[in-house]
């Protein structure tokens, strides 16, 4: 259970710094993308009165309360108030999509994000069996599920929840992995290369071109930090790799996409996601490195992206939508071999 929800910590934003890091530039929300390539060749499909599925079944299994009009209910942790509200899943997932996402983007990237919200959502209950909160099915703790905030939903919010309401991208088995991010800094990852994630690579999460424009704010593109020989150590100590000595901080490996895979202490081997992740994931932006430099006592560390650059990319989404591209285009270029199930009306 620790382990998967550390994944979840890491993945967010990431994911969550959203709706600040991500927009400021995931987690809170390269080249462009030409008109013909925004648009991949096949599209996930979805039925609009399926027959009963294992994702639906899976929903059912659930035993979630419904309501008068027989919409599902969650109870959700509120973190403000440490109370536990009841409220229908489809007026969840309006405050998950605005706390993630910038609420006045294009209406087909706010599609994708409701589509991934959702099935992040399904998974989370089908996976987790509830939240670690008493009481709540879900919470707004981004260690533990996704961003929430009400005050930030807008019309155009309400209208993509709506319009893609019930639907759940299937890896065939059940609800997929939607990792996202902020900005790739131009390709993505793997799920082993941007998460250490310990099962193994997902054939649907891999490489691709990150598909984001030059609309992104600087800081979000790239990035630069500093840190202290001591604060590496530290940092090394905390996620169970004691070094003596940060002298030479070098990246050990990278993977497909050119992030890099680990990094090298004087001889000490650290996971590079764990790494960023215990130096804070709001300063060490991404593992999409470019540059380490040693000034005195102070390592210098420059990037390109904003979060782990696992799954979706939110400024790729922005720019395939802003291009003409649809949700469905947009999940069929980050979740290839993923397809979209109307799981509920």
């Not at 934003?13 to 991500?22: D, I, P």
């Not at 979805?46 to 009963?52: D, G, K, L, M, R």
């Not at 939240?131 to 155009?156: F, L, M, P």
């Not at 081997?269 to 060490?284: H, K, Q, S």
Request: glycine letters at 10%; aromatic letters at 8%; proline letters at 5%.
């Amino acid at each position: 259970m620790w382990k998967k929800r550390a994944l979840a910590v890491i993945a967010k934003w990431t994911v969550c710094a959203l709706a600040g890091a991500c927009l400021a530039g995931c987690a809170q929300p390269p080249a462009q993308p030409s008109p013909t390539s925004a648009r991949p060749t096949q599209t996930p499909a979805a039925t609009a009165s399926p027959p009963p599925n294992a994702l639906a079944q899976a929903v059912e299994k659930l035993g979630l309360e419904k309501d008068e009009q027989g919409d599902y209910l969650v109870n959700v942790y509120l973190s403000d108030t440490g109370s536990v509200s009841q409220m229908p899943l489809e007026s969840y997932l309006c405050g998950v999509v605005a706390a993630e996402m910038q609420p006045d983007w294009p209406q087909e990237a706010l599609k994708a994000q409701a589509i991934i919200a959702r099935t992040f959502t399904v998974r989370f209950l089908v996976q987790e069996g509830g939240s670690r909160y008493e009481g709540a099915d879900v919470s707004d703790d981004t260690g533990e599920v996704q961003a929430y905030d009400a005050s930030r939903v807008s019309d155009a919010v309400r209208q993509a929840v709506q319009q893609t309401r019930g639907m759940i991208l299937s890896d065939g088995e059940g609800a997929a992995y939607t990792w996202f991010h902020a900005h790739s800094g131009g390709q993505t990852a793997g799920a082993v290369e941007g998460l250490s994630y310990e099962h193994g690579d997902l054939p649907y999460i891999v490489s691709v071109s990150g598909m984001e424009n030059d609309e992104a704010p600087q800081q979000v593109q790239q990035w630069s930090a500093a840190f202290t020989q001591q604060q590496l150590l530290d940092a090394a100590q905390q996620i169970g790799y004691p070094a003596k000595s940060a002298q030479g901080f070098s990246v050990a490996e990278t993977g497909t996409s050119g992030r890099a895979v680990s990094f090298d202490l004087d001889g000490v081997i650290v996971p590079a996601p764990a790494l960023r992740t215990a130096l804070g994931a709001d300063v060490m932006r991404s593992t999409m490195i470019d540059e380490i430099d040693a000034e005195g006592d102070k390592v210098l560390i420059s990037g390109r992206g904003y979060g782990h650059g696992v799954g979706m990319s939110q400024w790729g989404a922005y720019a395939m939508a802003a291009q003409g591209g649809s949700a469905q285009d947009i999940l069929a270029h980050f979740y290839p071999g993923t397809t979209l199930e109307k799981v509920w009306e």
